[in-house]
């Protein structure tokens, strides 16, 4: 029997071994695309919504800054409205350093516009290759600034800043002080109130293109409080006649420094400061830290017969003393106490002299007799009361409290030389204030530098004491005087001149002084006081007298005439015009012998 043969069917008829079907293969690759597009879905739903701060802060960390908006420090004005400190504006040129190498091939016209050699600016920014942000040169002036940024160079910016500018330099120097480079005060008023005149920079968010350059202003972060200003009781037209009168004389006698303060006796307002040697503050760089000292509250001195004016407020008020009772003898010049040999200057001494003639003859003696006299504490109390050993409370940086060591602790030798000025020590702005504290009838105000900043004062002695000692010392600067030189025309000046040894090694040089002068003027209604201290004058002359005395009779005429103070003898005004005469008031002449200019200055060592 035939067998028909086997016919395989399709499913039998594929060879053993062969792959999956066309459509298995589709449902695969369709498996696998819906898997990969699940995951992108998923992903970016994750960079997109579970992520999306994370990586958009990545991002702005790379385009998105935050920058400073610089703010105007505030002015400072003189009592007048004439500016002492202004800010300019400038441009400080930044860069990221990276980018600036990536254009190597730019530097060298970067470098030279910048003002510097190729060599050093590579230098500088591959030391700094790692930052974000350099910076290449602080403060230029705008043109200056626009002539690099014009080069175009990656990675290079400019950035708003200001610079301060004193326009009368080095005249007002010590008084403002200056300030660094990020506009922050260094010394003086510019420290003192930086917080009101600094105000607080801005910050705003901006987008930076790679090449660092600002694109966009997004946001501003926090407003810029531009800086206070601020209006000085200084007067700058006074400030300079001080300053050049103060000049000149150092210049003329050789001396190392010298200060000169003047004080609004009604109010305590300083008019004028100066302290020299000087600097200028628009160019500190060079300058050293003993010309940048403002010696008028920083530094002190003994105040050798100027102190005799508080000794005999002492004796007025302890009722022992008037201005013409009891007398005190000084004999012939010479007196013997404890082994000391303390002198008066006056050839064959002074003899027999009332307390106004202590003072008008500057009697060291006389002096010493009516401080021991008094009782030690009450003595004491009363240098106590009119500042000496305490800061003034003028808020200047520095300032010095001198040194008033508690009575308690005096010798008699000391108390004796005290009472004429050895064994303290002030500062000029001391003594101005206590010589005013006298012209305002006893009353103290707290000096201040701020115009209308003065305060309702403290009574220190009586109203009629105080004015007893004005009277008193007006016979300083009368013929016979030791201050003649310090006499103003058609004005009546108080006064007391002081001429001191410098310590020096434990006890006092021979021959190096401080020579010293306070003068309060008009005498009969006072508007003025003015100190000057010149220290160690080497040519001519050294006795306060001499020196320091005809530098407040030329700064105190100019002063005076500035503020259009009356004079005291007005009337005379009216019946033969001003007077003209050198000697200042009526029936005065210019000291026949030098003698008569001499402070009392020859003093023991305690």
Known sequence: MNRLPHIASKSTSRRKGAGPSARKRMLLVIGILGV???????????????????????????????????????????????????????????????????????????????????????????????????????????EAAQAVLALSVPGVNGQREYKRYYPS??????????????????????????????????????????????VEDVEQVHAPQPGQNLTLSIDRRIQFLAYSELKKQLDDLDADSGEMVILDIRTGEILAMVS?????????????????????????????????TFTMAAAL????????????????????????????????GNGVLTPTGV???SSNIGAAKIGLSLDTKFLY????????????????????????????????????????????????????????TLADGGVMHTPTFIKSGSDAGKQIISPNIARELVDMLETVTAPGGSATRAQIANYIVAGKTG?????????????????????????????????????????NAYYGGVVSAPVYQSVMTGALRLLDVPPDNIGRWYVGGPLQAGGGLAGTAPPQNPQDD?????????
């Open 499 to 539: 001429t001191a040894h410098l310590a020096s090694g434990g006890g006092y040089a021979k021959n190096s002084y401080n020579s010293l002068f306070a003068g309060i003027v008009p005498a009969t209604d006072p508007r003025l006081v003015g100190v000057v201290v010149i220290n160690n004058p080497k040519k």
């Open 36 to 142: 990969a597009s699940a995951g992108l879905v998923a992903r970016a739903f994750d960079l997109q919504v579970v992520r999306k701060q994370f990586y958009q802060d990545q991002g702005d960390a790379r385009f998105l800054r935050v920058v400073p908006i610089a703010v105007s420090r505030g002015t400072i004005f003189d009592r007048n409205g004439e500016p002492l400190a202004v800010s300019t504006p400038m441009v400080s040129i930044t860069c990221v350093p990276s980018e600036v190498l990536d254009n190597a091939d730019r530097i060298p016209a970067l470098a030279q516009a910048l003002g510097t050699t190729a060599d050093d600016l590579k230098s500088y920014l591959e030391q700094r290759a790692d930052r974000d942000f350099a910076y290449l040169r602080r403060q230029m002036s705008p």
């Open 598 to 606: 001499q402070s009392a200055v020859e003093a023991v060592e305690p």
């Open 359 to 361: 003072l008008t003859k």
């Open 169 to 214: 330099g080095e005249v007002t120097a010590h008084v403002l002080g200056f300030t660094n480079i990020d506009d922050h005060g260094q010394e003086g008023l510019e420290l003192a109130f930086d917080n009101w005149l600094a105000g607080k920079p801005g910050a705003k968010r901006v987008i930076r293109d790679r090449m660092g350059r600002i």
């Open 276 to 308: 020299l040697p000087t600097y200028n503050p628009n160019v500190v760089t060079g300058s050293s830290a003993a010309a940048r000292r403002n010696r008028t509250v920083t530094d002190v001195v003994e105040p050798g017969s100027t102190m005799k």
């Open 381 to 436: 109390d009363t240098y106590r009361a009119f500042g000496f050993g305490e800061s003034t409370g003028s808020g200047f940086p520095g300032e010095s409290a001198g040194l008033l060591r508690p009575g308690r602790s005096w010798r008699p030798i000391e108390k004796a030389t005290m009472a004429y000025g050895y064994g303290l020590n002030v500062t000029p702005l001391q003594l101005a204030v206590a010589y005013a």
């Open 317 to 348: 008020s302890s009722g022992k003393y008037t201005p013409t009772a009891p007398t005190v003898d000084t004999g012939n010049g010479h007196w013997y106490f404890m082994g000391k040999d303390i002198r008066d200057v006056e050839s064959g």
